[in-house]
T-cell receptor, first 115, second 114 residues
Framework: GENVEQHPSTLSVQEGDSAVIKCTYS??????FPWYKQELGKGPQLIID?????GEKKDQRIAVTLNKTAKHFSLHITETQPEDSAVYFC??????????????FGQGTILTVHP | EAGVVQSPRYKIIEKKQPVAFWCNPI?????LYWYLQNLGQGPELLIR????????DSQLPKDRFSAERLKGVDSTLKIQPAELGDSAVYLC????????????FGPGTRLLVL
């Protein structure tokens, strides 16, 4: 099955700096890569996603890049703000029979943005 | 549009007791998922429904866990009997398409087994 590794496990930045979180996946058939933000006591919230036919996607201060050859994808947050502090999860899914749509999550990154 | 609704939000029970969690997906979403999230880890899929059919329950511990989605709308996840190791957050998610990829999560039910 799919395996997703996420790094770093914790990330501390100053307000206004950029933050980068990286993930690698094992199954070359994976073709959908979402990123979720989870605040304390809440469920994961989708913040951005990318599909395998696109190399980069941007939404205001958030961007995701995908390198299918190397099987890794990254989340980039620019001009970080204290409200960006949360746990971020990457995930990957693949199509194939009854497993279609099954998300495999990384271990999470605790991002802390200091004012 | 209302999000995924889950209840209860918190549950404390003693081991060997039964417990049930309820989920109401976003209106019109055909696919419903139950995930388990242990502390400090990412969610892990337990079961996926397309309408009322369980199409992927390979990760569900069937000796003590059961789920149902009558009428293809809301769903219930049950544990009987609960064990200490079942303490975790149980998340429900839904997506708008059959075998859809974009999943929207509810707030979760935090279970503590004493």
């Amino acid at each position: 099955g799919e395996n997703v590794e996420q790094h770093p496990s914790t990330l501390s930045v100053q307000e206004g700096d950029s933050a980068v979180i990286k993930c690698t996946y094992s199954d070359s058939a994976s073709n959908y890569f979402p990123w979720y933000k989870q605040e304390l006591g809440k469920g994961p919230q989708l913040i951005i996603d990318i599909r395998s036919n696109v190399g980069e996607k941007k939404d205001q201060r958030i961007a995701v890049t995908l390198n299918k050859t190397a099987k890794h994808f990254s989340l980039h947050i620019t001009e970080t703000q204290p409200e960006d502090s949360a746990v971020y999860f990457c995930a990957a899914s693949f199509a194939g029979g009854t497993s279609y749509g099954k998300l495999t999550f990384g271990q999470g990154t605790i991002l802390t943005v200091h004012p | 549009e209302a999000g995924v609704v889950q209840s209860p939000r918190y549950k404390i029970i003693e081991k060997k007791q039964p417990v049930a969690f309820w989920c109401n997906p976003i209106s019109g979403h055909n696919t419903l998922y139950w995930y388990l999230q242990n502390l400090g880890q990412g969610p892990e899929l337990l079961i996926r429904y397309e309408n009322e059919e369980a199409v992927d329950d390979s990760q569900l511990p069937k000796d003590r866990f059961s789920a149902e989605r009558l009428k293809g709308v809301d769903s219930t996840l049950k544990i009987q009997p609960a064990e200490l190791g079942d303490s975790a957050v149980y998340l429900c998610a839904s997506s708008p398409l059959i075998a859809g990829e974009t999943q929207y999560f509810g707030p979760g039910t935090r279970l503590l087994v004493l």
